[in-house]
């Protein structure tokens, strides 16, 4: 069975500074993927990164980036120059092919709050 | 671009009544995924179509059922609801069973009392 740890429950972090969320997993399918949401207050959940296994480069995406690191299994979220809007839930998850789709399954998130 | 629709936004039910939620994919989207998050919970797959068929199922309870319509819309219906269902309910949709990209919707809030 897939299982992805977050074991940061809230993290603080100061407008403007970079700030990295845990998160680890556990698969032994050799194919992959790995996600992080964001989850405002108002509940909607915002995709913000991919990681698919076999890439090459850590994914980018703007401000975002993932810091993979397959042999310890990990999928570090990292957040640059922190906003007041990035105060959110963030969620790690991972694609799970049993049942030939593509279901995710969720760690139990992080709360971030980003302080002037 | 358009998105996920989900409706309603916000339910409110009683114990032992029933609820149905829709939701309504991306165009040519043919596959749905339905999730459940309860209150300072991660979501947790229900269940999911693809091309009008169930395709996978997860932690749904038996009082619970869902389809998927010839329009691709899909539809949950939960029936002699308990305080335990007072939840976040997702929809995501998928371009096919295969891609992994998942587009979700706004979410349906249930509050049972």
């Known amino acids: 069975a897939q299982k992805i740890t977050q074991t940061q429950p809230g993290m603080f972090v100061q407008e403007k500074e970079a700030v990295t969320l845990d998160c680890t997993y556990d698969t032994s399918d050799p194919s992959y993927g790995l996600f992080w949401y964001k989850q405002p207050s108002s509940g909607e959940m915002i995709f913000l990164i991919y990681q698919g296994s076999y890439d090459q480069q850590n994914a980018t995406e703007g401000r975002y980036s993932l810091n993979f690191q397959k042999a310890r299994k990990s999928a570090n979220l990292v957040i640059s120059a922190s906003q007041l809007g990035d105060s959110a839930m963030y969620f790690c998850?991972?694609?799970?092919?049993?049942?030939?789709?593509?279901?995710?399954?969720f760690g139990t998130g992080t709360q971030l709050k980003v302080e002037l | 671009a358009a998105g996920v629709i989900q409706s309603p936004r916000h339910l409110i039910k009683e114990k032992r009544e029933t609820a149905t939620l829709k939701c309504y994919p991306i165009p040519r989207h043919d596959t749905v995924y339905w999730y459940q998050q309860g209150p300072g919970q991660d979501p947790q797959f229900l269940i999911s179509?693809?091309?009008?068929?169930?395709?996978d199922k997860g932690s749904i309870p038996d009082r619970f059922s869902a389809q998927q319509f010839s329009d691709y819309h899909s539809e949950l219906n939960m029936s002699s609801l308990e305080l335990g269902d007072s939840a976040l309910y997702f929809c995501?949709?998928?371009?096919?069973?295969?891609?992994?990209?998942?587009?979700f919707g706004p979410g349906t809030r249930l509050t049972v009392t």
């Open positions: 998850a991972m694609r799970d092919h049993t049942g030939g789709g593509n279901k995710l399954t």
């Open positions: 995501a949709s998928s371009f096919d069973r295969k891609s992994y990209e998942q587009y």
């Open positions: 179509f693809y091309e009008k068929m169930q395709s």
